[in-house]
């Protein structure tokens, strides 16, 4: 039988690319949107079509809504059953620095951040019992820039609840964590703009999904490996040597 990923934030983007991923590698793929419907369908009715021995569903959740996060699992399992592969790639990306961050900005990023994946990576243990996880974090928590303040708090702690759960989760789940850097431009901005950012990093070049791709099945296939964060980031973490 096919394994099944639930993947959040899945319609577009890279979320999109792992779902088309790891459906060519025989899994099955529920895509979780918000407000991308017509992507989400158009996503299953596509991946239906090249695979048609597999199994493709689409589930809508606002993440910045606690009972509907609180919903998403539990209503995935009483449907279809347990899953093995919990992605929490969803996140929200917004400026602010420290000192001109509001109440409404910092709940923002921290409810889809992190709350959101707290609760749902609980819920997965509680109701699927065994599998992976793996958080999407940001090469960002190695820095203490504070341009974008409350979204880069919000993943230093995704990171450290990727840890907490990978040690009580444990041997039934592993949990860990993938930290993208220079990977997609913003839908309003073109290759120029990556490739601007990527001259401050050491491999001078935008990584694109494939790093993250391959972080994925490096930690799928390694079955020893729980707790850990895998930088896809073409060295950014690092800092730079100027």
């Not at 923002?108 to 994946?117: E, G, L």
């Not at 793996?134 to 880069?152: G, K, L, W």
């Not at 850990?228 to 040597?241: H, K, P, R, S, V």
């Amino acid at each position: 039988m096919n394994q099944t990923a639930l993947i959040t934030g899945a319609s577009k983007r890279i979320g999109k690319a792992i779902a088309g991923h790891l459906a060519q590698n025989g899994w099955n793929i529920i895509i979780h949107y918000n407000r991308s419907a017509e992507e989400a369908i158009m996503l299953v009715q596509d991946l239906s079509a090249k695979y048609p021995k597999q199994l493709f569903s689409s589930v809508t959740a606002n993440l910045s809504n606690s009972h509907e996060v609180l919903n998403l699992i539990p209503n995935i399992v009483a449907k279809r059953g347990p899953f093995d592969l919990l992605i929490n790639n969803a996140s929200l990306f917004n400026k602010g620095y420290f000192s001109e961050t509001e109440e409404k900005l910092f709940d923002s990023q921290f409810n889809v951040n992190m709350k959101a994946p707290f609760f749902l990576m609980r819920d997965f243990a509680r109701f699927c019992k065994k599998g992976n996880i793996i958080n999407f974090v940001d090469t960002r928590i190695t820095t203490s820039t504070s341009n974008f303040a409350a979204y880069s708090l919000s993943k230093k702690a995704l990171w450290e609840a990727t840890k907490m759960a990978a040690l009580e989760f444990a041997p039934e789940i592993r949990v860990n964590a993938i930290a993208p850097g220079v990977t997609l431009a913003p839908a309003e901005e073109g290759e120029e703009y990556l490739q601007k950012l990527a001259k401050n990093i050491p491999m001078k070049r935008p990584g694109g999904v494939d790093p993250i791709i391959n972080s994925i099945d490096y930690i799928l296939k390694n079955d020893h490996l729980t707790g850990q964060l895998l930088f896809a980031d073409g060295g950014e973490n690092l800092g730079t040597n100027k």
